[in-house]
């Protein structure tokens, strides 16, 4: 076998002066890639971007990710991550978020966004769960999520607000209550 084409056929059980290998040790998967109408084979530990390695009986393969917008995948149609310029949603690749998702600041991944509804009427104010008095009291409103998160750690916007106010109510028997 002459080393024509590879340096070396390093891993190769058969090697091919025209192919390259043929067949890898058991341990190691089989990269083919063509060059015009010829095929070429080498023998890897790990498969390189935009493959994913395949092991099986008689040989272990390295197979192409699906989608061209792919860096590296699981299998053939689930992406783990997207090249640059795509952003990864549930193992696909999309040139911007699909609608109800956000890019992640520093991954080029796509989440689910929350969907909060309108604010609710502000509460009555209350200082120590008293409606009377002459002091600062609290209330509050809240909002339902619409548009439910579907994967857990989806960012959501506020569902609750709370803002000073002033009670304006004199408590019966005095300003003093119970301490």
């Known amino acids: ?29 089989l990269l083919i890639w063509r060059d015009g109408i010829r095929q070429y084979g080498m023998c890897v530990h790990t498969c390189p971007p935009g493959y994913f390695g395949v092991r099986g009986l008689e040989v272990n393969r390295c197979t192409k990710c699906r989608s061209p917008s792919c860096e590296s995948c699981f299998s053939k149609d689930f992406c783990m991550k997207c090249k640059e310029k795509f ?10 978020c699909p609608p109800g998702t956000a890019a992640q600041p520093g991954t080029r991944e796509c989440q ?5 509804g309108p604010w609710g009427e502000w509460s009555a104010c209350t200082h120590e769960g008293r409606t009377c008095g002459c002091k600062w009291g609290l209330e509050t409103r809240v909002r339902e999520v619409l548009g439910a998160p579907r994967e857990e750690g989806a960012s959501c916007p506020a569902l609750l607000e709370t803002r000073k106010c002033r009670l304006r109510k004199h408590c019966p028997g005095g300003e003093r209550g119970p301490s």
Do not use: M, W
Not at 87 to 96: A, I, S
């Open 1 to 29: 076998v002459s080393a024509g084409l590879f340096e070396n056929c390093t891993g190769c059980v058969l090697c091919s002066e025209d192919n390259g290998c043929i067949t890898c040790h058991h341990r190691l998967f």
């Open 87 to 96: 952003y990864l949603h549930k193992g696909q690749c999309f040139r911007q």
């Open 112 to 116: 689910e966004t929350c969907e909060p």
